[in-house]
């Protein structure tokens, strides 16, 4: 799990930095198709149902069903509906099962390697940033484009795709659309609030509005301050990324046998990327955490089934992580203490 994170981290920022489309073939090099083929009676599809669990890191065996009745590990049919409010209903608890399940010692290589990262990427952030926005300026087919992805990333495409699958549930009496739609909501809603808290904490200039290369980081800003100059406090993480990674997450778990969604999906979020790099919107740096943070709430929203038990994972060694300011008279920064 963790790796297959880092390693869809990397292709996104690779594809993004390097402008190239992602295609089918650099999907399968990095390993981040992972969906299952399930039998059940006399017909064969792709699905969620009928898996068991043997660990959170995602080891599933296929469990046969003599009835032919497909059932997830908790017994629930392939075509469960949630309940309309479970969308909010369930973000407490989603916050519960994504400390219990990603805080743990066995991620600690995901949280060196997204750390690792974005300091690099903050290190060339003005570079990055100066020629692209380059580029969007001097070229009309390029600000136009990234202005059309950038919208895309905002939250009310990812509303309008939920709208659409619970239109065609609604209509076609389809569970696995409306749980889609829901699915989808949940996952936005749990993952932008997160992404909310992390920007009033770290308070970083967004490119177009910067005063000095790489952008001021304002740690706990005047939130009076904040949301009347916004642009100038909200650029880390991002948050665009953030629920698209989490919506797009959603939808390929939910329909798995369409091999097309992952890359298809995945090279949107490149563009997205792209396109609000040009704009000034983000720095490159801002998109490690977000890309972590949508794809593992997306994940874990689309597998409620795989939440672990609470025993065995009061076994698992616990992390704790502290972020905390510092300034002196050379510099100032973040201090990020991990301990196990």
Request: some cysteine.
């Amino acid at each position: 799990m963790r790796t297959r994170i880092l390693c869809l981290i990397a292709a996104i920022l690779f594809i993004t930095l390097s402008s190239y489309p992602l295609t089918l073939s650099a999907v399968d090099f990095f390993n981040i198709s992972d969906s299952l083929l399930v039998k059940g009676g006399d017909k064969t599809e792709t699905g969620v149902a009928g898996l068991r669990s043997d660990s959170i890191s995602g080891n599933f065996n296929i469990k046969e069903n003599p009835s032919g009745e497909e059932k997830l590990s908790e017994g629930k049919p392939q075509d469960y509906l949630p309940k309309w409010y479970e969308m909010i209903s369930n973000i407490p608890g989603d916050y519960v099962r994504y400390y219990r399940t990603e805080l743990t010692e066995e991620n600690l290589p995901l949280y060196a390697g997204i750390f690792t990262l974005t300091a690099q990427l903050i290190l060339a952030d003005d570079i990055t940033w100066q020629g692209s926005h380059g580029i969007y300026k001097s070229s009309t087919f390029s600000k136009n484009w990234s202005d059309i992805f950038t919208e895309i990333g905002d939250g009310r495409t990812q509303f309008a795709l939920a709208a659409g699958f619970a239109a065609y549930g609604f209509i076609g009496g389809n569970n696995r659309a409306l749980r889609t739609a829901s699915q989808i909501v949940e996952a936005v809603l749990a993952s932008g609030a997160v992404v909310q808290v992390l920007k009033h904490l770290t308070g970083r200039q967004s490119p177009y509005v910067s005063s000095q290369p790489g952008g001021v980081w304002r740690f706990f800003p005047n939130q009076i301050l904040y949301h009347k100059h916004v642009p100038e406090y909200d650029a880390y993480p991002s948050g665009h990324i953030a629920t698209s990674m989490a919506a797009f997450v959603v939808i390929a778990e939910n329909y798995p046998e369409y091999k097309w969604i992952k890359p298809a999906s995945y090279s949107l979020a490149a563009l997205i990327c792209i396109g609000m790099a040009n704009k000034g919107i983000h720095w490159y740096s801002d998109y490690p955490l977000g890309i972590a943070l949508g794809y593992a709430f997306g994940k874990m929203i689309a597998h409620p089934e795989l939440t672990p038990r609470k025993e065995t994972m009061e076994k698992k060694k616990k992390v704790e992580v502290s972020l905390m300011p510092y300034v002196t008279p050379a510099a100032n920064g973040l201090s990020l203490g991990v301990s196990f």
